[in-house]
C-alpha cells in the first residue's frame, strides 16, 4: 500500500505564501503523476496542478501564474508553493498520487492523502 502524508497548511493573509508537501511511503514501486486538488464545502474536488513523471505539469488557470509545483522523486515527494495568495484559494487541498506498487507492478492505482486546510484571510 501507499501512505500521503500531507504538510504545510495554515492560515496566511492575502497576498501571502505558503508551500505544501507531500511524501508518498509504502510499498511503493513507481510514480507516474502527482498532483494537487482542493475541495471546498458544497463543491466539487478540483485539480490544481499535476506534474507527470517526465517533469511536465498542468495548471488550473486561476492559479497559473502564482503556484508552482515540483517534485523529489528521490524523496517520492511533491510540493506545492503558493503565492499571490487570494481568499478565494481557501480550501481543503489534497494531494493524489498514481504509483504501482511491489505486488502490483504494472497496475497504476490512485492514492490520496488526508488533506491539509489553508485559509486565507482578506
Known sequence: QVQ???SGGGLVQAGGSLRLSCAASGSIFSINAMGWYRQTPGNQRELVAVIRSGGSTNYADSVRG????????????VYLQMNSLKPEDAAVYYCKVVAT???QR?????YWGQGTQVTVSS
Open 101 to 103: 506498487t511491489i505486488r
Open 4 to 6: 500521503l502524508e500531507e
Open 66 to 77: 502564482r503556484f508552482t509545483i515540483s517534485r523529489d522523486n528521490a524523496k517520492n515527494t
Open 106 to 110: 504494472y497496475a497504476y492505482d490512485s
